[in-house]
């Protein structure tokens, strides 16, 4: 991947969506968002690998899923621990059984990942000023998507403190604000849609001509975080695997989108490679 380009031009050049590996590759004893996760998505030919970062009640980031401490630390919650009761921490496996693995630091991944994929900052809204000046002392500037929802207040903050970062707002069912952030002067890339239903505008093959033909891309979500939570409009990974890989990841793919976020990032790969 060449950081110097832009990722649209990234995006024509690899002729296929981009493949984003959710927290990493997880599973069995390798906890998501560890080192050994981010390790195997490089090893598997992630395009993208998503982190997510927590803060500390000392102002210390880690990379980890806030609100998540009781399943994979059985703690509190970071944000009421200090950075040096985090660090002895260990995180637990598919069967809540202790690891030897550690919560690792976001300089600690950002280092790991510098010069080798676009790296996706998930919960940038929780601290924006804070870890845009961690994206910055990392030098991985030109690598870092950052996204966040499309709520006025915190736009204005990405607008204030990341405005040359690529972001890609957070919408749902219809995109009323990609245009307004990019004629703001924030370096928008595209947006990440979520849609309930297949009539969603979002999700149209209009919108998505439109988009690029303004030279901006579409991120889509085939994970399921939460089975109540429909976000892809059942289009799967859990449907890709049980049932029909065409009624998951192939309606995607037919959409023309850009980035597939999944859990299950060799199956698709080898899916896409023998469609």
Known sequence: MDFNKSIFENRQALGRPFLAAHR????ANVPCNTIAAFKIALQQGADVIEIDVAKSKDGKFFVFHPGMEHVFLKSKPISELKACE???????NQDSTPTTYKVPTLQEVLKLLKGKVYINVDKFWTDIEGIAKEIRKAGVEKQVIVKTGDDKPTLDLVKKYAPE???VPMVWHKDKVTKKLRDAGVNVIGAEILFDKEEDECI???YIKKMHKDKLLIWTNSIIYDER???S???TDDI??????EKGWGWLLDKNIDFIQTDWLLMLKQYM???
């Open 24 to 27: 990493g590759v997880c599973g």
């Open 86 to 92: 985090v660090r002895k921490l260990v995180l637990h």
């Open 240 to 245: 890709s695997l049980k049932d029909d890989p």
């Open 165 to 167: 970062f690529m972001f």
């Open 229 to 231: 939570a429909v976000i």
């Open 204 to 206: 149209s093959d209009k």
């Open 233 to 235: 409009a059942h289009h």
């Open 273 to 275: 490679a023998s469609r």
